[in-house]
């Protein structure tokens, strides 16, 4: 896939700004062809040397950037030839997803396995064991506890792991337990 395509969807911009942030968005945003040094990237989006730096060894640690030394024969100064690569991306997002439907799954199981109750006042939730333990009375306000229905909650986390799990083609939870090691 091209740059520009990956970067015209809406969910890799997001992916990319999550990492690198707004002073670094014009960074991993406009990734050029072939090498080129943080000087020319700082001149070029006229941004301070620091932000490209930053931006530049997040999207190497997230394995979206590598870099060569070379040495100025004449100043005998090390410079950094960058070279972006996005290629990656896909497989780092789908990595994401899979860590995302690990956490909503665990977070769903742990809504729709317990009791919950609320405090009106000061929209405090308990766990039925630590509501029974205040005896169903707030310890900040004394107000009395009310069952709270969480229903809705776990129905919107139902429907979001099917879309999830559609997106990454995985049907049952035995091939997602396996994504752990990821
Ligand atoms: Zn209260």
């Known amino acids: 896939m091209a740059f520009e395509d990956l970067l015209n969807d809406p969910v890799?911009?997001?992916?990319?700004?999550?990492?690198?942030?707004?002073?670094?968005?014009?960074v991993a945003a406009a990734p050029p062809d072939g090498e080129?040094?943080?000087?020319?990237?700082?001149?070029?989006?006229?941004?301070e040397l620091n932000d490209v730096r930053r931006a530049l060894f997040?999207?190497?640690e997230n394995d979206l950037a590598s870099y060569r030394r070379v040495?100025?024969?004449?100043?005998?100064?090390?410079?950094?030839?960058?070279?972006?690569?996005?290629?990656?991306?896909?497989e780092n997002l789908e990595?994401?997803?899979y860590r995302l439907l690990d956490a909503l799954q665990r977070r769903e199981e742990y809504e729709r396995t317990h009791e919950f109750y609320l405090c009106e006042v000061?929209?405090?939730?308990?766990?039925?064991?630590e509501a029974m333990d205040f005896?169903?009375?707030c310890p900040e306000c004394g107000s009395p506890?009310?069952?709270?229905?969480n229903n809705r909650l776990v129905g919107a986390m139902e429907r979001r792991l099917e879309e999830l799990q559609d997106e990454l083609n995985v049907d049952d939870a035995d091939d997602v337990d396996g994504v752990d090691a990821v």
Do not use: C
């Open 12 to 26: 890799i911009q997001k992916y990319l700004h999550e990492l690198v942030g707004p002073t670094g968005m014009p």
């Open 36 to 47: 080129v040094t943080d000087e020319e990237l700082a001149e070029e989006l006229d941004l």
């Open 135 to 137: 005896g169903f009375e």
């Open 122 to 129: 000061d929209s405090i939730r308990f766990e039925f064991g």
């Open 145 to 149: 506890l009310e069952a709270m229905e």
């Open 58 to 60: 997040i999207l190497y």
């Open 71 to 90: 040495r100025d024969e004449d100043s005998g100064w090390l410079t950094y030839l960058w070279t972006f690569e996005y290629e990656n991306i896909p």
């Open 95 to 97: 990595e994401e997803m």
